[in-house]
């Protein structure tokens, strides 16, 4: 009855195909907005962002989220048409929550521009950042009812078309127009263009879902999302607390080159969010059967697959960090490759927290996510306020990096409490040997022959080579996994088997 694949592993390719069309669309963006508009635009854009995204967490209320969970746990109890019930009403309840936070916007907008940009000046075009609110929060939710049901592979293409679309229409009016304004206009023609596509989809998908719904207790349903909500709100806070701080006490340009240097720090979480997408579906559909072993194996594996992905791709972005910025965006902007290395390091240490996370969501412990936003929001606050002043934006970069330390103690905690999570740590010092190795070659290749940048490609291509040499050194997969990871793609898939084979260590023999 679900549309979903058998076959995990291609699912998977498909979320990471829609993950990376949003990261090198959103990337492409920047790169082309840094050149088509002054620092202090550039700036105004990086806020415009931000204040789309407070408001976004604000007015969905976690239903993104919860509909994700929701519609994978009857999914699990072969509850079709309750799952396919859940998705329309709380679609419904999300449209009109996107309206509320339109008149709120309209509304408030002088008040918004005078606190976050402080000037008047922004007040029209954050009115009409509430069309591209109303698109931000519709699709939120549509692409949790299509993870909830389990539908991967539509949105894995439905991101494809959302993310280039929304991007490539900005930037195209914004090329014409040399306008923000005529940019947000393409933001909302592109968010809406996806919103009526998804929306297609999903009904079409689940046409077939007939009987009758279980009825949605909303008391159940808001016991879920309102911490989701909350916690949402308080990580934004802890997220975004150093870049309001960098924006009050350093020029916009300051932030300009701290946010380009955030997102490059933060563009691999693309790494690992399509993870994400079927780690908790996955997960809710097995509590739903109340199958509690099947969870605790598939946490210890995910925290492998996480952390080899990962982790070495965030230490060699530490390494090549000074190259990178510059080649994406000018030597004005070297200045942030500081804080690439130091938001990079820390986000590695702390990656399985998404696991962790995930595990929690499933099990609808979403109270803890209260817990740990809110000691990551006090970290950073303290950090940030401590050491900005005296260290700029490398101080901040200090403060934001402090959140993954102060969440994932939290989740750690509770993630053991509920007897559910495991973790192979074994496999995880053979991820971190490995990569360290591929960090420590690339260096010496920087120090001996430079950091030109016709020198980037050479050095990525070693470091990824040194990385699998090391993986297979250390015998990460063996041969029954992979058989297991095999198994998850289809035999027309024989590139990605033939990879997995490659890099198994191959000593051990079959079982008869």
């Known amino acids: 009855m679900t549309h979903s694949s058998s076959f995990v592993g291609t699912d998977v390719l498909y ?11 959103g990337a492409l963006f920047y790169v082309v907005l840094v050149r088509l508009f002054n620092s202090t635009d550039v700036g105004a854009v990086a806020l415009f962002l931000a204040i789309v995204g407070l408001f976004n967490l604000i007015f969905s209320m976690g239903l993104g989220t919860a509909v994700q969970h929701f519609a994978s746990y009857h999914l699990g109890k072969r509850e079709y048409a309750t799952a396919k019930s859940i998705v329309f009403k709380i679609l419904a309840l999300g449209f009109l929550l996107s309206l509320g936070g339109l008149a709120f916007m309209l509304y408030t907008s002088t008040g918004i521009s005078i606190i976050f940009m402080h000037t008047t000046r922004y007040s029209n075009l954050i009115r009409l950042l509430s069309l591209v609110l ?15 049901l389990q539908l991967f592979r539509t949105s894995g293409l439905m991101n494809i078309i959302i993310w280039v679309t929304y991007y490539s229409i900005a930037l195209m009016m914004g090329f014409f127009f040399k306008s923000l304004t005529y940019l947000i206009i393409g933001w909302t023609a592109g968010i809406f263009f996806g919103v009526f596509m998804y929306l297609y989809f999903i009904i079409t998908s689940t046409r077939n879902y007939r009987g009758t719904p279980r009825k949605l207790t909303p008391s159940l349903l808001f ?9 949402s709100i308080i990580s934004y806070g802890a997220s975004y ?45 097995f509590y739903g059967m109340g199958n509690r072993e099947n969870i605790r194996s598939r946490t210890a594996i995910a925290t492998v697959v996480v952390s080899a992905v990962y982790v070495p791709a965030a230490l060699g972005i530490a390494a090549l960090s000074r190259m990178i910025i510059v080649l994406l965006a000018g030597r004005y902007y070297e200045e942030g490759a500081d804080a690439i290395s130091i938001v990079s390091i820390s986000s590695a240490i702390f990656i ?32 940030s306020i401590l050491l900005i002043p005296r260290f700029g934006i490398e101080g901040a970069s200090i403060g934001f990096s402090s959140v993954y330390a102060a969440s994932f103690i939290v989740v750690y905690y509770y993630a053991k409490k509920t007897g559910l999570f495991r973790t192979d740590m074994m496999g995880l010092t053979k991820i971190w040997i490995s990569s360290i190795v591929m960090v420590i070659i690339v260096v010496f290749l920087e120090v001996h022959f430079g950091t030109a940048l016709y020198l980037l490609v050479p050095y990525i291509l070693i470091g990824a080579l040194t990385y699998m040499g090391m993986i297979k050194a250390t015998r990460l997969i063996k041969r029954d996994e992979e058989l297991f990871l095999g198994s998850l793609f289809p035999e027309s898939a024989s ?3 033939k990879f997995i084979s490659f890099l198994a260590s191959g000593k051990n023999k079959d079982v008869q």
Do not use: C, H, W
């Open 15 to 25: 979320q990471y195909t829609g993950a990376g069309a949003q990261l090198f669309s």
């Open 134 to 148: 109303v698109g931000n929060v519709l699709f939120g939710i549509l692409n949790g009812a299509a993870l909830g």
């Open 241 to 285: 607390t150093d870049r309001f701080i960098v924006a009050g006490l350093m020029p916009l340009s300051s932030l300009a080159i701290y946010n380009f240097a955030l997102l490059i720090a933060t563009s691999i979480g693309f790494l690992v969010s399509p993870l994400n997408n079927i780690m908790l579906p996955k997960f809710s559909e």
């Open 223 to 231: 016991q879920f999302s309102i911490p989701v909500l909350l916690s």
């Open 495 to 497: 590139v990605v088997k």
């Open 352 to 383: 399985t927290s998404n696991v962790m996370t995930q595990l929690i969501a499933a099990v609808r412990k979403t109270r803890v996510f209260i817990y740990s936003s809110s000691a990551a929001l006090a970290s950073n606050l303290v950090f």
